[in-house]
């Protein structure tokens, strides 16, 4: 069974840093594409970034380049979302997601349960 | 960047009728890459559709997808109580990949 198991809550303070992780299990974790969903009330569902567990190539969406870092580990299987400096705004729930097809296209064909995050002082 | 526009926001329906949603994208959507997500209150989405009208596996024959180009539907048919939840289109035709705001199904 294909499984994405993502660490827990997080309650941080503007400009603190974060890494919140995610760990596959049930496939070959180098072999599919893997990438972050924030979702927040205002702005819904947005593509983040993705990542080639294979060799670490990582493409983001425009408007979160700069902004997060999207990193991972094939030997342990586990992908990570990376901030620097946490602003109030990056309060939301982040769901890392498995691409279905070759080279990171396709469908997303299984999620994570979400990692929770907010920022306040 | 391609914008998915959901309609309606909220449905109000009954158990056992049947529905229809909408996703309007604004520029076409290439090779019918268009997926709908299912995601209950305090869970994760969970893929119902991919590639216009497949059926993800698990999902049962009262999902179905069907459009093209800029104008696509999901419908669900028969309504079950686990239905009533946020369904979203979801475009990975183009880039950057972009998503629905939502349509809301709640029991009446």
């Known amino acids: 069974e294909v499984q994405l198991v993502q660490s827990g809550v997080e309650v941080k303070k503007p400009g603190e840093s974060l890494k919140i992780s995610c760990k596959g299990s049930?496939?070959?974790?180098?072999?599919?594409?893997i990438g972050w969903v924030r979702q927040t009330p205002g702005k819904g569902l947005e593509f983040m970034g993705i990542m080639n567990p294979w060799d670490s190539d990582v493409r983001y969406s425009p408007s979160f380049q700069g902004h997060v870092t999207i990193s991972g580990d094939k030997i342990i299987s586990t992908a990570y979302l990376h901030w620097s400096s946490l602003k109030a705004s990056d309060t939301a729930m982040y769901y890392c997601?498995?691409?279905?097809?070759?080279?990171?296209?396709?469908?997303?064909?299984?999620w994570g349960q979400g990692t929770q995050v907010t920022v306040s002082s | 960047d391609t914008v998915l526009t959901q309609s309606p926001g909220t449905l109000s329906l009954s158990p056992g009728e049947t529905t229809t949603l909408s996703c309007r994208a604004s520029?076409?959507?290439?090779?019918?890459?268009l997926a709908w997500y299912q995601q209950r209150p305090g869970q994760a989405p969970r893929l119902l559709i991919y590639g216009v009208s497949n059926r993800a596996t698990g999902i049962p024959d009262r999902f179905s997808g069907s459009g093209s180009g800029t104008d696509f539907t999901l419908t669900v048919s028969r309504l079950e109580p686990e239905d009533f939840a946020v369904y979203y289109c979801h475009q990975y035709g183009n880039s950057p990949i972009t998503f629905g705001q939502g349509t809301r199904l709640e029991i009446k």
């Open positions: 520029q076409r959507i290439g090779s019918s890459y």
């Open positions: 997601a498995r691409w279905a097809g070759v080279a990171g296209t396709g469908e997303i064909d299984y």
């Open positions: 049930g496939y070959s974790f180098a072999n599919h594409w």
